[in-house]
């Protein structure tokens, strides 16, 4: 007989997040590259910070409801594709995962975010 494989409900949960998270960055995204001449990288680097931002806001107020909430995975990874000045600000307005070990590993991760950031600037161009 073969047994029954579990299933994980919180996958499910993480793509949803995860999505939302790239509806938002589109949203951003596209008005900026049909309404402006900016460099790509300029143009992702606010959509990206932006949606980040929008995401700490979202996972704020969840907490604060007590729902379901972004996953800690999808934050990070906004964060790491660009997003570290919208952590950074999310963070703070909204005084969201800043004490404690958990706001260490948001703050290990924004300086990684920035420090990569900071690296890939001579190859970007302007």
């Known amino acids: 007989m ?9 996958y499910p949960y993480h793509h949803r997040s ?38 700490f806001g ?11 909430r972004v996953p800690e995975i999808v934050l990070h990874g906004f964060t790491l594709a660009g997003g570290a000045a919208g952590q950074l600000l999310g963070r703070l307005a909204f005084r969201h995962k800043v004490r404690g070990r958990k706001g260490l590993v948001f703050t290990a991760v924004f300086l990684v975010s920035a420090v990569l ?7 970007l161009g302007s």
């Open 2 to 10: 073969m047994r029954k494989r579990r299933k994980n409900s919180r």
């Open 18 to 55: 995860l999505l939302t998270g790239l509806g938002i960055t589109a949203v951003f995204l596209l008005p900026l590259l049909y309404l402006t001449s900016w460099p790509i990288h300029h143009i992702w680097l606010l959509a990206v910070n932006g949606a980040t931002f929008t995401l």
């Open 58 to 68: 979202l996972d704020k107020s969840l907490a604060i409801g007590k729902q379901k």
């Open 117 to 123: 950031y900071a690296g890939s600037i001579p190859f």
